[in-house]
């Protein structure tokens, strides 16, 4: 997608045909099963389906040209991959424009191998964007405990599980129970995450927006950081 494109319920556009407008956003949500790097532009276009325009087909038209010049590309696991955790969170704060809510994506890798990804349109409104990198924090956070869990079962114990956020403020409030005076607004679920910071299960560290590959998840990005970071989810040519 168009690091320009901005997808509204575009009223002045002519209709299309909702049933086949569905069926091709089924089909390519299947694909994210297998394609994180479409992940963003198929739940955007998803979001579309009761009353699809002209504009919203065009974004869904993109997507299939870019798939039919990128089959090439799959998720590489390599064989003898440590099992060192590691969760990257992003949010993009206001970023949908039919509604402004946040739009939050989460990576999960097990040393380079990305074993999960997860992206949501949150359901409630963020004042800044300290509040919504700490929602995506959060949610990083439960993902990061139940992988811990999950891997118990296999006998392998991790310590804490670092998460990689690129919002100082965020980081800031997950360490320092001093912060919350000020942010009253945030819900008390959101503060899951510092609860267990402070118990030593999980460990928040500062990452670069460039280098955040959840960065990917959440909104639309420009070619060079677009390629950049689906190398970074692990997505190679491969090789017979």
């Known amino acids: 997608m168009s690091s320009d494109t901005k997808l509204t319920k575009d009223e002045e556009c002519d209709s299309v045909d909702s049933i086949k407008y569905q069926g091709m956003i089924a089909s390519l949500l ?3 099963e297998s394609r994180p790097d479409i992940m963003f532009s198929v739940c955007l276009c998803a979001r579309f389906q009761e009353a699809p325009k002209t504009s919203h087909l065009e974004a869904v ?16 696991y390599p064989k003898g991959t440590d099992i060192e955790t ?20 989460i990576c999960t890798f097990m ?13 409630a409104l963020a004042i800044s964007t300290t509040k919504a990198e700490y929602v995506s924090a ?6 990061a405990l139940w992988m811990k869990q999950a891997l118990i079962d296999y006998d392998v114990r991790l310590d804490d599980v670092p998460i990689m956020c690129n919002n100082k403020g965020a980081i800031d409030l997950s360490k320092n129970p001093v912060q919350h005076s000020r942010t009253k607004h945030i819900k008390i679920r959101h503060h899951f995450l510092l609860d267990n ?41 491969h090789i017979p």
């Not at 959060?138 to 993902?143: D, N, P, R, V």
């Not at 070619?223 to 950049?228: G, I, K, L, M, P």
């Open 30 to 32: 299947y694909l994210t």
């Open 111 to 123: 040393e380079c191998c990305l074993t999960y990804w997860f992206l949501k349109k949150q359901t």
């Open 61 to 76: 038209k993109r997507i299939f040209r870019y798939i039919k010049g990128t089959m090439h590309l799959g998720l590489w």
């Open 86 to 105: 590691v969760v990257y969170a992003d949010s993009d704060h206001a970023g949908d424009y039919v509604d402004q809510n946040i739009t939050s994506g």
């Open 197 to 237: 910071v402070q118990k030593g299960h999980i460990l928040i560290e500062k990452v670069t927006s460039v280098d955040n590959i959840a960065d990917i998840l959440t909104k639309p990005l420009k070619r060079e950081s677009f390629n950049y970071l689906r190398l970074g989810l692990g997505m190679m040519e």
């Open 138 to 143: 959060g949610k990083a956070c439960q993902q």
